[in-house]
Structures are given as C-alpha cells and as structure tokens.
C-alpha cells in the first residue's frame, strides 16, 4: 500500500529539460507533500522574531519585549509581515493595508493618500542603503563589513569580504584561511556535534551518536522528530557560492525525512534535502530564480537500501547535485541563497528514522573533481586557499 503510494508520487513528477540540459519546476503534488514534511518541523527550528508588531499601526514595529521608544516605522507602502518577519508587501499581509491602516504614514500638510501599489522598493534611499526590488530586500550598511537587511539583526560579511551599497551585496576578493565547516561526528564524547574546522556549534535535539557511514565508525543518529540544529546559519548570508555535501542511510520503507533544511510552516526552506524511501530532493532557493523556493531536484533514486553520498554545489547560477557516482544533474537558479531565520537543521521529521554522516559545508563552490575526492576520502577539500567572490 505504502510503496504503491510512492510510487504513485514518482511517476506524477514532471519536469522540463531545456536544451542545455538545465531542468527547473516540480509538480504542484510534490510541492504540496514537501511542505508538509517541513510543516512538522518544530516552530523552535527557526528563531523567535526579536520583533513585534506596534499598537500604532501594522506599519509600525518594536523589540520583543520593548522598549517602545525604539518602534520603527516600515519604509512608505510596506507592512509589517509576523510571518517573515520582516516589512513586507502589502499582497503578503492580509490584515494590512498601509495606505488605509496606516494613518501615522502622512506626513502633516499632506493629504491622505488613496491607496496605491506597493513600490517595488522603498522611495528615497539614503546613501548607505540599497535595495534589491525583486525580493524587496533592503539593506543599510552600517560599516564597511556589516548590514542589516530589512531593518532587521545586524548580519556581517564572510571574512575578509566587504559590504558594497553599489551592488547590494558582499563582495571583494578574500583568501579565506578556513572556509569550510566539516561535522564528522566522530569527536570525543559531549564534542561529536561541534565542527572539526571551524568549532561551529551544532546542538543535538535528542539526536543521538551512532553508526557511521558503511556501517564503520560513529555518525548521527535520529530518531523521529529529534534532530541536530545548527544556530550559525540562522540569517547567514550563503552567497552565490556554496557546497554542502552529506552521506545518508536510505530505507525503502522511509515515508519521507527533512534530512536537511531551514524552514518550518511559517518560513520556507532556502536549503533543502528531503528523503523519501531510497530517493532524495531538495535545492536551494535563490534570488534571481523565476520559482524562489528551495525545491530544484524532484525525487530521483539513489540505488537501493543504505549509505548515498549527495552534494549540492552552487555557482551563480547553476546548481549542481551529486548523487553517488552518477553524472551531475544541474538548474539555473541566480542569484544569491536567501537568508532566513531559521537554523541549519538536520534531521527534524522523519520516518522510521535516519542515519546520516560526514555534513560538509564550504563558502566555495566544488569542483567536480573535489566533490569526487570528498566523496571517496572523507577529507573535505581546504588544503588549498581559495579566493572567493561574493
Ligand atoms: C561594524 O559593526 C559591527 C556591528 O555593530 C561591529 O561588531 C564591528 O566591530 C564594526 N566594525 C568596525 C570595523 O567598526
């Protein structure tokens, strides 16, 4: 009963292939099954909003907790949006329309405006602020590495790298001494969850050490809905390079696992890997692709029961999947990641559980020639000094 069902989904995907072999678009059904796996995730999967809603008006928002003398104003046309997070269009907040709900936008002597569309971005930016239209990201700089996006926490850019208002984005050439981060969960005991290169902290959600990949050494461990979370990536700025790379224990009788993602109900996924039986999804949403969501790769098998290798490597604009030993499969994306507020998790849903080992992360984006080399040594490729462009 169960397999057939899968089976079912399988065959409904669709997908176009254009000439250079660039493939984009799932079906409506796949879509819908894959946020409801990501609809299980716990809502602490991604980070409380440190901002609410004003008692002035739905354009006006404050700290969590006060103090009320640092309420913000959204820029002119956008509502504050809970959901996101952030100010927001005003077709993406129902209970709010800035040019009818929001009186305190006037400015004195000027008469109420009717209400007008959104525009793409806010009117009048200051010199240290850009905009991105497509996505309505706003960003200020606040020195020569750090921004806010959206009014919201201060982000800063990768090492070495420099925040640029011309461009709206990070960029500059920069040797990083260390751009990875390597989880090979084979640590001492109370350390298994901490990378090896970069000490980025990971926190086990009842996760739990167990067999590594090919059944040999220790690897993570997950029962249903526990998890290991990853803080660091919670509003990170992926950029438009960027390699992840991970064995997983695949089992015909798995009904579907959020192996990888950053999203919950209320936030999408801008990373992705989902499992389903012996088969793997996923991709990463971008944003300067026509679909902004994370799902590039439909359900494509990788063999029969037990441990697949699957790597994701983007480079503006292609991204390219590994699985195993078979050809890459690639789509056009554009554009940097997304950020969002939500954590790196791994694990989270998941049915009857999950075995994974060895999470590779680089600011870099792979050869095919590493991703080989990852994949048959373990070793994740930092031996070199890349210079890398935001
Ligand atoms: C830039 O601002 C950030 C955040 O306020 C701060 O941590 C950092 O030290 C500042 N850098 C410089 C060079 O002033």
Not at 65 to 85: F, H, I, K, M, Y
Not at 99 to 120: F, K, M, N, Y
Not at 163 to 183: I, Q, R, Y
Not at 334 to 363: A, K, M, R, T, W
Request: glycine share 8%.
């Amino acid at each position: 009963m169960l397999r057939g069902w899968i089976l079912c989904l399988l065959v409904a995907f669709a997908y176009t292939e254009d000439e250079h072999n660039i493939r984009k678009r799932q079906a409506p059904d796949f879509i819908d099954f894959v946020y409801n796996i990501l609809d299980g995730m716990p809502l602490s999967s991604c980070f409380q909003c440190p901002w609410i809603q004003s008692t002035i008006d739905c354009c006006h928002f404050l700290p969590l907790g006060g103090p009320e003398w640092q309420t913000t104003r959204c820029s002119p046309g956008l509502a504050w949006n809970p959901d996101v997070c952030n100010c927001d269009y005003p077709e993406n907040v129902p209970l709010c329309n800035p040019g009818r709900d929001c009186i305190s936008l006037q400015e004195p002597g000027v008469p109420l405006q009717t209400p007008t569309p959104a525009p793409s971005c806010p009117l009048n930016l200051a010199e240290d602020e850009c905009c991105l239209p497509r996505v309505g990201q706003f960003y200020k700089k606040i020195n020569l590495t750090h921004y806010r996006i959206n009014n919201g926490l201060i982000q800063g850019c990768p090492p070495g790298q420099e925040f640029s208002e011309f461009d709206c984005c990070c960029e500059g050439h920069a040797v990083l001494p260390n751009p990875c981060k390597f989880w090979t969960f084979d640590r001492k005991v109370g350390e298994e969850y901490i990378d090896i290169k970069q000490q980025t902290y990971g926190q086990s959600i009842r996760a739990e050490i167990g067999i590594g990949v090919d059944d040999e050494g220790k690897g993570l461990h997950m029962n249903p809905n526990t998890m290991m979370t990853i803080p660091f990536f919670a509003g990170a700025h992926l950029g438009k390079k960027f390699s992840i790379a991970i064995w997983v224990k695949s089992d015909s009788n798995n009904i579907g696992s959020a192996v990888i993602s950053n999203g919950n109900r209320l936030n999408d996924p801008t990373v992705l890997l989902i499992m389903v039986g012996n088969s793997i999804a996923g991709g990463i949403a971008t944003q300067d692709e026509e679909f902004m969501d994370a799902l590039d790769l439909p359900l494509t098998s990788m063999g029969g029961d037990g441990w697949h290798f699957v790597a994701m490597v983007y480079n503006d604009p292609i991204l390219s999947f590994y699985i195993d030993d078979q050809p890459a499969i690639q789509y056009r994306n554009g554009g940097p990641i997304l950020s969002n507020y939500c954590q790196l998790n791994i694990g989270g849903v998941l049915f009857p559980e999950l075995n994974v080992d060895n999470l590779g992360i680089c600011d870099f984006d792979w050869t095919e020639a590493q991703v080989a080399e990852f994949q048959s040594t373990k070793n994740i490729p930092t031996d070199q000094q890349f210079t890398v462009r935001g």
